[in-house]
């Protein structure tokens, strides 16, 4: 069982974005099930307490979880991170960025993402990177400040990459030795987190 998260001095609101039109998996990712649930809860679990806005399709996403749709619909990551930053609370400091197909991520790597994200100053931000040394901009954490500028910078968010959005800044790199942040795009992905699931879950 993974110890509880500590108490960190900052104010973190979690962004988890559903969108994206999941060409090469054919249906909807974050309704997908890994272990019984779908990924987007199991996202939002990993998220918890912490104040959380899915921004994008609400299929599967619980009752009493506020919800809101980019603008344009289906504009892109860039595009839904600027629609929810402006709907957060306003003591949140530190923003989180999640993809909704992240089945594995924990609370645990959070709060790692939300250190490394404000132990610089001027604090620039975190992204987590995998064993092969690739950035995943859908698992990164930002101090509101400096993401909220950076979108001033894109002017126009609809169709931007979060490598646009990034360029100029120079976030933290925390290292995903785990896999707790693999992505599911393809169904071999799935076949992959369902299978790693069950072992995970299995009796040693």
């Not at 250190?115 to 100053?121: E, F, H, N, V």
């Not at 995903?176 to 693999?182: K, S, Y």
């Amino acid at each position: 069982m993974e110890p509880s998260p500590p108490v960190l001095p900052y104010a973190v609101s979690v962004l988890v974005l559903t969108g994206g039109a999941s060409r090469r998996m054919g249906s909807h990712k974050p309704s997908l099930e890994v272990g019984g649930l779908p990924m987007v809860v199991r996202v939002l679990e990993a998220a918890r307490p912490r104040p959380v806005l899915v921004v994008g399709r609400a299929d599967d996403v619980p009752d009493g979880i506020p919800r809101l749709v980019e603008d344009p619909p289906g504009g892109g990551p860039v595009a839904a991170i600027a629609a929810g930053v402006r709907q957060l609370p306003a003591e949140t400091e530190v923003v989180v960025v999640l993809a909704a197909d992240l089945p594995f991520v924990s609370a645990a790597h959070l709060d790692r993402l939300v250190s490394a994200a404000t132990c610089d100053q001027p604090a620039a931000g975190a992204v987590t990177v995998d064993a092969a040394g690739r950035r995943n901009w859908l698992c990164s954490a930002w101090p509101r400040a400096a993401l909220a500028a950076a979108l001033d910078r894109l002017e126009d968010p609809s169709g931007r990459s979060m490598r646009d959005l990034a360029a100029g800044l120079r976030p933290r790199e925390v290292a995903d030795l785990d896999g707790v942040a693999d992505d599911v795009d393809t169904p071999s992905d799935l076949e992959e987190a369902r299978r790693r699931d069950g072992a995970e879950g299995s009796p040693t």
